[in-house]
């Protein structure tokens, strides 16, 4: 099993910055795709950024909206997996998801993470 815990959301105004940590804990080995989604209030959870680990190569992918604003990255020391969000805009207002997969594929597809953290809340004031 394969548990995961965001921290690092909060309150921050319109062109600010956030880093999201993901602590991923149990057994990592097996783990294809490590990403991180978001959803809105009474919208669909979307894909925001994911990377495949070392054993896959270790490319990363955005989405279309982040347009060079984010950094996913991960620390394999620390069993953690980041998302660095710089000039942050109302429109990301969002709880974000951290998850994770061990199964490759499309890595905007939800059903290839298997493991999901609780959220934790980004909030942008403009």
């Known amino acids: 099993q394969v548990q995961l815990r965001e921290s690092g959301g909060g309150s921050v105004q319109a062109g600010g910055s956030l880093r999201l940590s993901c602590v991923v804990s149990g057994y990592t080995g097996g783990l294809v795709f490590m990403g991180w989604f978001r959803q809105a209030p009474g919208q669909e959870r979307e894909a925001v950024a994911a990377l495949f680990t070392p054993g896959g190569g270790g490319t990363t992918y955005y989405g279309d909206f982040v347009k060079g604003r984010f950094t996913i990255s991960r620390d394999t020391a620390n069993n953690t997996l980041s998302l660095q969000m710089n000039r942050l805009q109302p429109e990301d207002t969002a709880t974000y998801y951290c998850?994770?997969?061990?199964?490759?594929?499309?890595?905007?597809?939800?059903?290839?993470?298997?493991?999901w953290g609780q959220g934790t809340q980004v909030t942008v004031s403009s």
């Open positions: 998850a994770a997969g061990i199964y490759g594929g499309i890595w905007r597809d939800q059903s290839r993470y298997q493991y």
